[in-house]
């Protein structure tokens, strides 16, 4: 099974930041990664597939890079109402790994 | 505009079995890959179970294999998650989430979730 891993668990930061959370894959899995962002009491919301590719409708100061095992997602500028975790996942192959979330806190 | 409904969910004692559903509309639903992904109180996102657009082909977590079948109706535009031997550690928000279009690299992609349903396992 494909293990995949968040650094850093949590982290807090000032309105208007640029906040940077990486994830790792076990294995190679191309550029099969999403990340999600999840609200208290919401349903996770797909943020960017593919990678890199922004979902519709998501706001541009989101942006995913990486290819093979190493993933980063990025927010150039923190907004109040980015506080949530955020999950990656592999779509690669089943079984369908969620990393373990990164807490988002705004200082 | 995609909609997810999940239902069934509620208090079972450990041992018992439950049937989930969910209800899709604003798609063609045969033609998707269907999944579920359930998360445990104050804890994170595990996926569980996917089901190919027609049905032929499932995935299972190990943490349910053999205790859990998944199924679609694609008549009614439903997908079910049958749990047996239920344990404490089943007791999670059960979300239902639409995948993508086979055979594409972004097949089990889940793009669009519901608000899910809630299943407790207690005594």
């Known amino acids: 099974d494909i293990q995949m891993t968040h650094s850093p668990s949590s982290l807090s930061a000032s309105a208007g930041d640029r906040v940077t959370i990486a994830c790792r894959a076990s294995?190679?899995?191309?550029?099969?990664v999403a990340w999600f962002q999840q609200k208290p009491g919401n349903a996770p919301k797909l943020l960017i597939y593919e990678t890199s590719t922004l979902q519709s409708g998501v706001p541009s100061r989101f942006s995913g890079s990486g290819s093979g095992t190493d993933f980063t997602l990025t927010i150039s500028s923190l907004q109040p109402e980015d506080v949530a975790t955020y999950y990656c996942?592999?779509?690669?192959?089943?079984?369908?790994?969620f990393g373990p979330g990164t807490k988002v806190e705004i200082k | 505009e995609v909609q997810l409904l999940e239902s069934g969910g509620g208090l079972v004692q450990p041992g018992g079995s439950l049937r989930l559903s969910c209800a899709a509309s604003?798609?063609?639903?045969?033609?998707?890959?269907m999944t579920w992904v359930r998360q445990a109180p104050g804890k994170g996102l595990e996926w569980v179970s996917a089901i190919s657009s027609s049905g032929g082909a499932r995935y299972y977590a190990d943490s349910v294999k053999g205790r859990c079948i998944i199924s679609r109706d694609n008549s009614e535009k439903t997908m079910f998650l049958q749990l047996n031997s239920l344990k404490a550690e089943d007791t999670a928000v059960y979300y239902c989430?639409?995948?993508?279009?086979?055979?594409?690299?972004?097949?089990?992609?889940?793009?669009?979730w519901g608000q899910g349903t809630l299943l407790t396992v207690s005594s």
């Open positions: 294995q190679g899995i191309r550029k099969s």
């Open positions: 996942q592999q779509y690669h192959s089943a079984p369908f790994t």
């Open positions: 604003g798609f063609t639903f045969s033609r998707y890959v």
């Open positions: 989430a639409k995948g993508g279009v086979e055979p594409t690299v972004t097949a089990f992609l889940f793009d669009s």
